[in-house]
């Protein structure tokens, strides 16, 4: 079993739907990333949080350090948003960057 | 243009050719990493430099070989390949050195598609 999981693992959604991306994990941690990887491969960081909530423009990310559970949410999909989101976590434990596999995420016009 | 530059983005290699993969930051960070990307596998820790000096190697074969010749430049040297081991080689950079709860995350380069056939 991984120590990050991805829900789901390919998600299809019409232009304008809200997207919710879900990552548990199961190990101390000091940090979550969410990261997003466009088709050429390029990974782009969008949001590092410890705590809490964090927005920028139509992506949200929560997280809730008690369920070991973490969030990512886009508000009015737009098929720019077409992309795998990548859920890693610091593990406090080991010191390293875990990742999970990734939510595929394709938007319809 | 993420500030972390990886050359080539596209490689095809023989089984008996030697290769190297470039990654460039100027962002002033002070760890690089080099990692693995399989098709349907989360990412893999390969290698990490801290201050230009290996800190970590995740047992990966010895037909690669990094180097880091400065704090702005870190190549992976491929030779002797196999074919499982195409795939995506992404390099990353942190201002933080490993170890260290960072606040700053890290940036990643665009990745270079290794094909060994």
């Known amino acids: 079993k991984n120590e990050v999981e991805q829900s789901p693992q390919n998600l299809t959604a019409q232009e304008g739907e809200f997207i919710t991306i879900n990552c548990s994990y199961s190990?101390?941690?000091?940090?979550l990333h969410w990261l997003q990887q466009h088709p050429g491969g390029g990974i782009v960081s969008l949001f590092m949080?410890?705590?809490g909530k964090k927005k920028h423009g139509r992506l949200i990310a929560t997280i809730n350090i008690q369920e070991k559970h973490s969030s990512l949410h886009i508000t009015a999909s737009h098929p720019r948003d077409s992309a795998v989101y990548i859920c890693?976590?610091?593990?406090?434990?080991?010191?390293?960057?875990?990742f999970g596999t990734g939510t595929r995420l394709t938007i319809i016009p | 243009e993420t500030g972390v530059t990886q050359t080539p983005r596209h490689l095809v290699m023989g089984m008996t050719n030697k290769k190297s993969l470039k990654c460039e930051q100027h962002?002033?960070?002070?760890?690089m990493y080099w990692y693995k990307q399989s098709a349907k596998k989360p990412l893999e820790l390969m290698f990490v430099?801290?201050?230009?000096?290996?800190?970590e190697n995740n047992s990966v074969p010895s037909r690669f070989s990094p180097e880091c010749p400065n704090s702005s430049h870190l190549f992976l040297h491929l030779h002797t390949l196999q074919p499982e081991d195409s795939a995506l080689y992404l390099c990353?950079?942190?201002?933080?050195?490993?170890?260290?709860?960072?606040?700053?995350?890290?940036?990643f380069g665009s990745g270079t598609r290794l094909t060994v056939v």
């Open positions: 990353a950079s942190s201002q933080d050195l490993p170890g260290q709860w960072t606040n700053y995350g890290y940036t």
């Open positions: 190990v101390g941690i000091s940090a």
């Open positions: 949080l410890s705590s």
């Open positions: 890693a976590v610091f593990n406090f434990g080991n010191e390293k960057l875990t």
């Open positions: 962002l002033g960070h002070n760890a």
């Open positions: 430099y801290s201050l230009e000096e290996r800190v």
